[in-house]
């Protein structure tokens, strides 16, 4: 059942041309800054002799694509989002949906899964392109694979709070600008204890923890602290509209 | 079900108990996750691993090690990451020997 709605999702997704439109968009914005990347490796690695200084080309291209595949998520995944439930208030069609022979869960794991799976082609898409350096250099799949893992489980906590914000109001623009605000906040709280970069404050950042996968480590506290942070929000919307059901 | 304020009054009881355990979980299992970590270093090179030498000269030291830095504060603004480069330099030990504190 959790699949049929995932489908439902994905075949409206690709149904408006918002879908096609933003993929479209961000794969031009990847494949520029990895075309750029790869132009600027010689250039740079020819000037730079200390060893340090050094790297290989996966990590100076990998690092480029995938901190503005991060940074670029922030904006897209809001947009996305943002319809999932609200709209299906707005338009009436929740009451259908809750009448349903189907779950509140099944709903939510279902719609959400219906995103992740959209998401998953663009960062699969960013793995395929990076891979194609492997045809005149020996690159390194292990920082690419670590990376990939990093960028999924990001964009599924993006994800997971814009359902949550979504399932608030019944205005999509509302949740998206309500998502983005709270995203963009959770991403820099690090920087707001800048000076004491052990403080517990920064343990909250989502970008903290994605430094770890950026790096090529896969750490379990990090991915428990993403799947902790996606089911509080998933949780938190199956209440949300539970309490809207009671209600009626 | 007859809805009246009592019951209401109990449902949102309810509701906000159940919340603030779930929080007080999430809280506990988050604080959990960092005492027991698992760490694989998938790079080719393995670069954030030590090398052999460097885990061998680590598993001589059997003591708990003490490290007392003294680091002028991070200015995130100024690009200043002195405090963060240390910690990030020592993770690589903390990774072999657990029981290097700074």
Same mark, same amino acid.
């Given at each position: 059942m959790i699949i049929n709605i995932a489908r439902k999702e994905l075949k409206s997704l690709f149904a408006s041309p918002m879908g096609w439109i933003i993929l479209a968009l961000l794969m031009l914005a990847f494949g520029s800054f990895y075309l750029q990347g790869v132009n600027n490796y010689f250039e740079v690695m020819s000037g730079?002799?200390?060893?340090? &200084?050094?790297?290989?080309?996966?990590? !100076?291209? +990998?690092?480029?694509?995938? $901190?503005?595949? %991060?940074?670029l998520m922030l904006f897209a995944?809001?947009?996305?989002?943002?319809?999932?439930? %609200? &709209?299906?208030r707005k338009s009436q069609t929740l009451? !259908?949906? !809750?009448?349903?022979?189907?779950?509140? @869960? &099944?709903?939510?794991v279902g719609k959400f899964l219906g995103l992740i799976i959209f998401l998953s082609i663009l960062v699969g898409y960013i793995f395929l392109?990076? %891979? @194609?350096?492997?045809?005149?250099?020996?690159?390194? !799949? $292990?920082?690419?694979?670590?990376?990939?893992? +990093?960028?999924?489980?990001?964009?599924?906590?993006?994800?997971?709070?814009?359902?949550?914000f979504s399932s608030l109001t019944n205005q999509p623009i509302i949740a998206a600008i309500l998502s983005f605000i709270a995203l963009f906040a959770l991403m820099g709280l690090d920087k707001f204890f800048g000076s004491q970069p052990n403080h517990w404050f920064g343990y909250i950042s989502l970008m903290k923890h994605f430094q770890a996968f950026s790096r090529g480590v896969i750490d379990s506290k990090d991915i428990i602290y993403f799947v902790l942070f996606i089911t509080t929000f998933l949780v938190l919307t199956i209440r949300r509209l539970d309490s809207d059901r009671l209600r009626g | 079900m007859k809805i009246n304020a009592k019951l209401r009054l109990q449902l949102l009881i309810q509701n906000w108990f159940f919340v603030l355990l779930f929080l007080?979980?999430?809280?506990?299992?988050?604080?959990? =996750?960092?005492?027991?970590?698992?760490?694989?270093?998938?790079t080719q090179a393995n670069r954030n691993t030590l090398t052999q030498g460097s885990i061998e000269v680590l598993e001589k030291? =059997?003591?708990?090690?003490?490290?007392?830095?003294?680091a002028t504060k991070d200015d995130v603004n100024n690009g200043d990451i002195f405090r963060q480069g240390i910690i990030n330099f020592i993770a690589r030990y903390q990774r072999t020997k657990s029981d290097i504190n700074s």
């Open positions: 730079s002799i200390r060893p340090a &200084e050094r790297v290989g080309v996966t990590i !100076f291209v +990998g690092q480029t694509v995938y $901190g503005i595949a %991060s940074f995944v809001p947009l996305l989002s943002m319809r999932l439930i %609200s &709209e299906e009451p !259908f949906l !809750f009448s349903a022979p189907i779950s509140l @869960t &099944e709903i939510v392109m990076l %891979s @194609t350096l492997n045809i005149w250099s020996d690159i390194d !799949f $292990g920082y690419l694979i670590a990376n990939s893992i +990093g960028l999924i489980l990001l964009a599924a906590s993006f994800s997971a709070l814009g359902i949550y | 007080l979980l999430v809280v506990l299992l988050g604080y959990l =996750s960092n005492q027991f970590v698992l760490t694989k270093d998938i030291m =059997s003591n708990p090690i003490n490290l007392t830095v003294f």
